[in-house]
């Protein structure tokens, strides 16, 4: 795909992330991370991750960027959790331990069966 086109997506979806509906947000952001390193997708993340009104949508996002396991997604969390107030803090948290938890599970499968 070309740099247009991947900021036309982008657009998109950052359209989307404005969404009343968490649904539409939490979606946006899972779609967005796929996009952690347009420019353009740099602070519609950062809103998502801080969402003000679901922590569903900051969970999500966060597993979706951490997910990537690139430098992209993780500046992207690492940068919110430089404002985050100790609510999203707690679910970007959880959200590690889901996405890190269950490569660090099939690591020990791994090596020990």
């Given at each position: 795909?070309?740099?247009?086109?991947?900021?036309?997506?982008?657009?998109?979806?950052?359209?989307?992330?404005?969404?009343?509906?968490?649904?539409?947000?939490?979606?946006?952001?899972?779609?967005?991370?796929?996009?952690?390193?347009?420019?353009?997708?740099?602070?519609p993340l950062r809103r998502l991750l801080l969402d003000v009104t679901d922590t569903f949508v900051t969970r999500a996002t966060a597993e979706a960027l951490l997910r990537r396991q690139d430098a992209a997604g993780l500046a992207a969390v690492a940068s919110a959790l430089a404002e985050a107030d100790f609510n999203h803090m707690t679910w970007i948290h959880t959200a590690v331990l889901d996405v890190f938890g269950v490569f660090a599970r099939e690591g020990y499968r791994t090596r020990h069966h």
């Open positions: 795909m070309d740099n247009e086109a991947r900021r036309q997506v982008v657009g998109a979806l950052t359209r989307l992330a404005q969404s009343t509906d968490y649904r539409d947000r939490a979606d946006a952001g899972r779609s967005l991370a796929s996009f952690a390193d347009v420019p353009g997708a740099h602070e």
